[in-house]
């Protein structure tokens, strides 16, 4: 039976770091915006799951129905997140299939 060759092994294993550490870092730089109510609430989160902005469209705020504003901003949050989450899947996903040949 023949020994793996140590040194493609470590060639291998800096690869997927080099990979593993570029794929982090566009995670980090994507920018995404969850939306709710067609648009009428939005936030824009960073890939490390920061919000920048939250933005509510004046036909929603209605001080006898504050409750609909909270589920409005509660889902635009979630999908918000969702799609960061969705982004890291995307680029880890590959990555982590592809740790599973190097042993």
Known sequence: ?????????????????????????????TTVVGNAGNGLVTVTMAGNGEVSAVTVDPKVVDPEDVETLQDLLLGAFKDA???????????????????????
């Open 1 to 29: 039976m023949t020994q793996p060759d140590m040194s493609q092994i470590l060639a291998q294993a800096q690869q997927m770091q080099a990979q593993l550490q570029a794929a982090q870092q566009e995670i980090l730089a």
């Open 81 to 103: 997140h969702n799609k960061v989450a969705n982004v890291a899947e995307e680029k880890m996903g590959p990555l982590s299939q592809g740790m599973g040949g190097l042993f």
